[in-house]
């Protein structure tokens, strides 16, 4: 007997070792305890009866026993519920805060049955419960607003409870004007309680929910016909039964109404047995209604191990079980999430299940923004300038579209019509671009193309439409792609608008050199390796280098804007160092090849188009570290400067030519270069000699190094000794004899 209970002992304490003691945490603003001790208790003795060796304790934050409770709540329960080194396992939240809390809590469809979900799913559940198709909670409990009605002065007067807000404009003022005449003066119609506290919120809310064209309609849009009616029947409401300080008085003003009895109509939380008519609140029309819901959720913390995780998922289960919902809907009159529960003949013995099946519920408008509080306040503040003040319903409705709203160019013309004109405009240009290209098998405008063969002519036309189509990535809605896809189309297209310049300067250098006899003899390759370059350093870059920003933009229209990584930052300076490389030797060779006759006219253009280019990258690198709050001006600064860019290349390499070969009236093929050497030999050579007698004289005073002579050299020579250019004039001359 004693080695039984010896072995007993030992038993229990190896139970006792390896139990699970997992922590809950709640909050009450009534300083009570009355639903969730209760609910941790019956767990506790149901994980005893089955041997589950998990213990569950609740810390319950009070008014009585915390300030904080009172001052802060969302930041207390924030401060708890996202550090990963907190000490509770389940939460239960207020479930305005799912949006919020949700990657700090565990997706329950991961871990909880498939059966558990569904008893939910069909209710409130699927709104206050879920984050982007993560279900981050369950509700414990449900409050629901409904309408009170005084049957004292219904009865008196002969009225039946109202089912649309007409019918309780009109009771009201009926009574209200019979009541004034027997000097009832302390008589309230309706509290209305659209007040600076989330109360005011939820009012709102439910009011416009219950203007909606059907049942199964969703939520009006803003703005639309029915969300305007609401807001006119609102405010009709307030002038002709209320009053501007009546209706925004707090709660405490409507349960001193009720315990006085002074009042026809009340809009307020659920309570049962109340000794009133309570009915689901009215709508704009028979049968439709609407009610904010509150309550809380229960969560389990993404931040403890997996042990514990799998007891406080059991325990959540437990909690939020069938049998448990029904015990509580049946002992305390409550509102379940799982809606079958009103079919169960049960409970409907106990409660009216007619009652809360009548009721149509809306979750208040939480995901509209990561930070609902600051939402909910805005969301207030507009419709009170309508209900209180005197600004239009359009106008405040369209005012909380731009809380949460991103505006964004496009081609709907809702908003502006910029992007149609954009496209326009990008569409012509593509097609004079295009169309140019023609020009190149014109045998008469052949000697006007010389400086480039033709499929380089042909590439950089094609890089300049790049360049024009990376504004299009600014069209619509901000997404990751288009902040790549736009990095990539700039890079590809500046190097193939700029590289086939690049290799024909290098050609065009004055003296015989190895690095322009290898170009010369790997065009291809000399392009390929620059494409490639950029092809790899933007798929590098496709690796998650931009994050979206969203701009909230205070009395105005948010928008979206792409910001760059660490990662994304580091990839796009290689870029721009390249580019910058590539710009800077374009530009030492236009200054070595400055009056080499046969490309005089060539270099000054493309000397054009390079500083015309420069000019844009800064302007577009300065607007960038500007903090635009404007998303029309945010979009079509870069866009205008990207379009620029593009059509500046055109001209200033391409078009002119064009235009120089119809300004010409004879055919002949060498009149191009007649021209261009008309008054350019003279003054080359004269100028070289000048300067020369110059730079010598210069030189003995100065003694200035042999590298500058040489330079200086090559900028005054007014001819090429250089095989590769040459040949390249000669295969150009070929083709245009030939064809």
């Known amino acids: ?121 069909p209710g409130i559940g699927s709104q206050s419960c879920v984050s982007k198709d993560k279900w981050v909670g369950l509700p414990i409990t449900i409050d629901f607003t409904v309408l009170y009605s005084n049957p004292t002065y219904l009865q008196k007067y002969n009225k039946s409870i109202p089912k649309t807000w007409k019918d309780l404009l009109e009771t009201s003022k009926e009574i209200l004007d019979e009541e004034n005449k027997l000097g009832n003066s302390k008589l309230m119609g309706y509290n209305g309680l659209f007040n600076s506290l989330e109360i005011g919120t939820c009012s709102i809310y439910e009011f416009i929910y219950s203007f909606r064209e059907s049942v199964d309609s969703p939520f009006p849009s803003f703005p639309s016909i029915e969300a305007i009616d609401a807001l006119k029947m609102m405010k009709k409401l307030n002038e002709e039964i209320g009053s501007d300080s009546h209706f925004q008085f707090n709660d405490d003003y409507t349960a001193e109404k009720m315990q006085s009895g002074d009042f026809i109509f009340i809009k307020y939380w659920y309570f049962p047995n109340m000794p009133f008519n309570v009915t689901a609140l009215p709508g704009g029309k028979v049968g439709i209604s609407g009610s904010s819901i509150g309550g809380f959720n229960i969560g389990v913390s993404n931040y403890v191990d997996e042990d514990r995780k799998k007891a406080a998922v059991i325990a959540l289960e437990y909690i939020t079980s069938k049998d448990m919902q029904k015990r509580i809907v049946m002992e305390n009159k409550l509102f379940s999430g799982i809606p079958s529960l009103y079919d169960e003949p049960e409970v409907c013995n106990v409660i009216d299940c007619e009652f809360f099946k009548s009721i149509q519920l809306i979750a208040r408008p939480t995901s509209k923004s990561k930070n609902y509080s600051s939402y909910s306040e805005k969301f207030r503040k507009y419709i009170y ?96 792609l288009k902040c790549e896809l736009r990095t990539l189309l700039l890079s590809v297209g500046f190097t193939m608008s700029l590289i086939p310049i690049f290799y024909r300067l290098i050609l065009n250098f004055p003296e015989q050199n190895m690095i322009s006899h290898w170009v010369s003899n790997n065009k291809y390759l000399f392009l390929i390796i620059f494409i490639f370059t950029d092809i790899l350093i933007n798929t590098l870059a496709f690796n998650s280098p931009y994050t979206i920003e969203d701009k909230l933009v205070a009395e105005g229209e948010n928008f979206q804007v792409c910001k760059m990584t660490t990662y994304g930052k580091l990839l ?70 990207y379009i620029f860019f593009a059509v500046t290349n055109y001209v200033f390499f391409f078009n002119y030519r064009i235009v120089l070969a119809f300004m010409k009236k004879d055919d002949d093929d060498d009149l191009f270069y007649k021209t261009f050497s008309k008054g350019t030999s003279n003054y080359g050579s004269t100028s070289y000699l000048n300067n020369s007698k110059s730079n010598n004289n210069k030189d003995i005073s100065n003694n200035k190094n042999q590298m500058s002579d040489k330079l200086l050299s090559y900028h005054y020579r007014t001819n090429i000794n250089n095989s590769s250019s040459s040949s390249l004039l000669q295969s150009n001359y070929s083709e245009d004899s030939l064809n």
């Open 385 to 480: 300038e309508y209900l209180y003040g005197d600004k239009s319903p359009e106008y405040v409705l369209k005012k909380i579209n731009d809380i949460s709203k991103f505006y964004y160019i496009s081609t709907n013309t809702e908003n502006t019509n910029i992007g149609v004109i954009m496209v326009i405009v990008v569409g012509l240009l593509s097609i004079i671009m295009l169309f140019s290209l023609k020009f190149l098998s014109i045998k008469h405008m052949r000697p006007y193309f010389r400086f480039l063969t033709d499929d380089f002519w042909v590439l950089t036309v094609f890089g300049s439409l790049l360049i024009m189509y990376a504004s299009f990535t600014g069209l619509g809605k901000v997404s990751i």
């Open 572 to 641: 796009n300076y290689l870029l721009l160092i390249s580019k910058f490389i590539i710009t800077l030797c374009m530009l030492f060779f236009i200054f070595i090849e400055w009056n080499i006759e046969e490309s005089r006219l060539d270099i000054r253009y493309l000397s054009i188009a390079i500083y015309m280019d420069v000019i844009s990258i800064v302007v577009l690198i300065i607007f960038n570290w500007i903090d635009v709050n404007d998303y029309i001006i945010a979009t079509i600064i870069p866009n205008g400067i």
């Open 1 to 121: 007997m004693i080695w039984q209970n010896i072995l007993l002992f030992i038993f229990i304490q190896i139970n006792i070792c390896y139990a699970i003691d997992i922590k809950a945490v709640a909050f009450s603003l009534n300083g009570g305890g009355d639903l969730y001790l209760p609910l941790i208790d019956r767990f506790n003795k149901f994980s005893q009866e089955n041997n589950l060796n998990i213990n569950l304790t609740l810390d319950l934050y009070t008014e009585t026993n915390s300030t904080a409770i009172v001052t802060d709540y969302e930041a207390m329960l924030d401060s708890l519920i996202s550090s990963p080194h907190n000490t509770y396992d389940l939460y239960f939240y207020d479930n305005i805060y799912s949006i919020k809390f949700a990657p700090y809590l565990i997706n329950l469809k991961e871990w909880l049955p498939k059966e558990h979900i569904d008893m939910y799913a």
